[in-house]
């Protein structure tokens, strides 16, 4: 018994050790945010009708890579602004834990990793994704300190998950995916508009300022949300109005993009941090539901 207790505490001291020197290098590739870009192409490759497990572990190997290359470089280039804001201020390069020289090879190699799964997929997947990664890196990242605009840029990159996964079952661009795209671009600006509500003043010691409205945390931008929130309603049953899903599809995307809508309409009435922080959270739960619920619903 003894000796059982001994080798437990060893092998939980080992566990602990190995957890402690990973942890940078998950907050460094945003290993969450990359996970919900992996579920987010899966729900695309699913609905155009995928079933290659073989497919699905490079989509999600490829796609989990090339965000982490995306995240990585971002941290990189936003390492002094990152040191200005609280939310930011234990990332592994702004605490040293990982040298910027590091990170510059950690990224490319992720980059090239996931480039090889998602060009052994087929090329286009590998220009989307190649484009995925230059258009936030280097357009929407450089944008972020200088005009609200990054965020309509950075919805292009954002919204790529989707169409990616489709286009890794269809070889090719065309109406589904790109609409599987448009749906993922318009929930960008409710989403990321009540984080940057919810952060605008950590924001703001950076010297970025990404809310809508000249007039910060008013009324006038949380009617723009409401607003967004409100055409996400309309843009998500287009599947069902096209007859892609079923009754289903109307019953729970519609309940889900009322739902939503009311978080964003809570927000227009208190126009408080408390209110952007739950339309943020509950954005998290909004897109995955209404995407999975495309796949279970789509007529065959």
């Given at each position: 018994?003894?000796?059982?207790?001994?080798?437990?505490?060893?092998?939980?001291?080992s566990?602990?050790?190995?957890l402690?020197?990973l942890?940078?290098y998950?907050?460094?590739?945003k290993?969450?945010?990359?996970?919900?870009?992996?579920?987010?192409?899966?729900?695309?490759?699913?609905?155009?009708?995928?079933?290659?497990?073989?497919?699905?572990?490079?989509?999600?190997?490829?796609?989990?890579?090339?965000?982490a290359?995306?995240?990585?470089?971002?941290?990189?280039?936003?390492r002094?602004?990152?040191?200005?804001m609280?939310?930011?201020?234990?990332?592994?390069?702004?605490?040293?834990e990982?040298?910027v020289?590091?990170?510059?090879?950690?990224?490319?190699?992720?980059?090239?990793?996931?480039?090889?799964?998602?060009?052994?997929?087929?090329?286009?997947?590998?220009?989307?994704?190649?484009?995925?990664?230059?258009s936030?890196?280097?357009?929407?990242?450089?944008?972020?300190?200088?005009?609200?605009?990054?965020?309509?840029?950075?919805?292009?990159?954002?919204?790529?998950?989707?169409?990616?996964?489709?286009i890794?079952?269809?070889?090719?661009?065309?109406?589904i995916?790109?609409?599987?795209?448009?749906?993922?671009?318009?929930?960008?600006?409710?989403?990321f508009?009540?984080?940057?509500?919810?952060?605008?003043?950590?924001?703001?010691?950076?010297?970025?300022?990404?809310?809508p409205?000249?007039?910060?945390?008013?009324?006038?931008?949380?009617?723009?949300?409401?607003?967004?929130?409100?055409?996400?309603i309309p843009?998500?049953?287009?599947?069902?109005?096209?007859?892609?899903?079923?009754?289903?599809?109307?019953?729970?995307?519609?309940?889900?993009?009322?739902?939503?809508?009311?978080?964003?309409?809570?927000?227009?009435?208190?126009?408080?941090?408390?209110?952007?922080?739950?339309?943020?959270?509950?954005s998290?739960?909004?897109?995955?539901?209404?995407?999975?619920?495309?796949?279970?619903?789509?007529?065959i």
């Amino acid at each position: 018994m003894m000796q059982f207790a001994v080798l437990f505490r060893i092998f939980a001291a080992s566990i602990v050790a190995f957890l402690k020197h990973l942890k940078p290098y998950l907050l460094f590739t945003k290993f969450r945010l990359s996970f919900l870009v992996i579920i987010s192409a899966l729900s695309g490759y699913l609905f155009m009708g995928g079933s290659d497990l073989f497919v699905v572990l490079k989509l999600c190997l490829g796609g989990f890579f090339v965000t982490a290359a995306s995240n990585g470089t971002n941290q990189i280039l936003e390492r002094e602004e990152d040191s200005l804001m609280k939310r930011t201020q234990n990332r592994p390069l702004v605490t040293q834990e990982i040298s910027v020289v590091n990170a510059v090879v950690l990224c490319i190699v992720f980059l090239l990793v996931g480039s090889y799964f998602l060009l052994s997929i087929n090329t286009a997947s590998f220009l989307l994704g190649l484009g995925a990664f230059i258009s936030y890196s280097f357009v929407y990242t450089p944008l972020k300190s200088r005009t609200p605009w990054a965020v309509f840029v950075g919805a292009f990159p954002g919204a790529i998950p989707p169409m990616l996964g489709a286009i890794a079952q269809t070889g090719s661009f065309g109406f589904i995916p790109g609409l599987l795209f448009f749906v993922q671009f318009m929930w960008q600006f409710p989403h990321f508009w009540a984080i940057a509500w919810a952060m605008h003043d950590d924001y703001l010691r950076a010297g970025y300022f990404l809310l809508p409205s000249r007039s910060g945390k008013s009324k006038q931008t949380a009617l723009l949300i409401s607003l967004y929130s409100a055409f996400l309603i309309p843009i998500s049953l287009i599947p069902w109005l096209l007859n892609l899903t079923n009754i289903y599809s109307l019953i729970i995307v519609g309940a889900l993009g009322v739902w939503f809508y009311f978080k964003s309409f809570r927000l227009y009435n208190l126009c408080d941090d408390s209110s952007a922080k739950k339309l943020m959270f509950a954005s998290f739960v909004y897109l995955p539901v209404i995407q999975f619920t495309y796949v279970f619903t789509k007529v065959i």
